[in-house]
């Protein structure tokens, strides 16, 4: 059984940095993408980031380009979102997904098949 667990979330004021952390269990990882989604309240979850576990290609919204880094830790199964010059409009909470099966599109909500259960960013202005 997959499993998706992620930590890191928290409060920080505009401007400042949080890390999350997703750790992977429960199959061989290392052929597929693992992607970041999140999801304000009143909002449909949106696409943050990817990253192909094998190549290490990665690929983000233009709303964090430049601010947010995925990275992986082939050693650990775990995935990493460093969230840098964070803003109020990034408040949401932060899930961590893997699908089933090799996918083209990273960014589709829907390609994904197994999520964790979410952890809450809040910042303040």
């Known amino acids: 059984q997959v499993q998706l667990v992620e930590s890191g979330g928290g409060l920080v004021q505009a401007g400042g940095s949080l890390r999350l952390s997703c750790a992977a269990s429960?199959?061989?990882?290392?052929?597929?993408?693992m992607g970041w989604f999140r999801q304000a309240p009143g909002k449909e979850r949106e696409f943050v980031a990817a990253i192909r576990w094998s190549s290490g290609n990665t690929y983000y919204a233009d709303s964090v380009k430049g601010r947010f880094t995925i990275s992986r830790d082939n050693a650990k199964n775990t995935v990493y979102l460093q969230m840098n010059s964070l803003k109020p409009e990034d408040t949401a909470v932060y899930y961590c997904?893997?699908?089933?099966?090799?996918?083209?599109?990273?960014?589709?909500?829907?390609?994904?098949?197994?999520w964790g259960q979410g952890t809450q960013v809040t910042v303040s202005s």
């Open positions: 997904a893997a699908p089933g099966r090799t996918i083209v599109v990273v960014s589709v909500t829907s390609n994904y098949d197994y």
């Open positions: 429960g199959r061989t990882f290392s052929t597929y993408t």
